[in-house]
């Protein structure tokens, strides 16, 4: 392969390439992923429960082998957050989060007071033999 024809796969690639990242743009515009929903408050369990299956599927932007991003018509979003059953399941998530917040705290603050609890004593090592030669008394045996 020459280096004329190298420089014109390139950049039919990257052609390729921002062609699909247009594509991605406007989808963006249109469609909210889950990442997008976490982001307006929503959390795994709600949008499985309130809006199901993802209007739309698309290869993951970043990492080809992961799974494809699941894409929410944002007229359907907004319409299911008008909803009564969304403020509902909306509040319990939140007071649920503000008490595992609290909870995480509380185990925090405990972990902080074993820490600066009594000390606890560990035995020294035996000190190293010295390396010095002992000089030892010659025995006295009986003559």
Known sequence: MTTDERDQDRQDQDRRDQDQRDQHRRVRRTHLSAAG??????TAGMIRRLLGEPDLRQANPYFRTAPP???????????????EEFRAVSAVAVRR??????????RRRAAG?????????????PPAP???KVARRPSQEPP
């Open 130 to 132: 010295d390396d010095r």
């Open 113 to 125: 007071r074993l820490r600066s609890g009594p000390e606890i004593q560990v035995r020294s090592p």
């Open 69 to 83: 991003t699941r894409l929410y018509s944002v007229e359907r979003v907004e319409a299911v957050e008008r909803s």
């Open 37 to 42: 929903l976490r982001a307006r408050g929503w």
């Open 97 to 106: 989060s503000g008490a595992l917040r609290e909870a995480a705290l509380r």
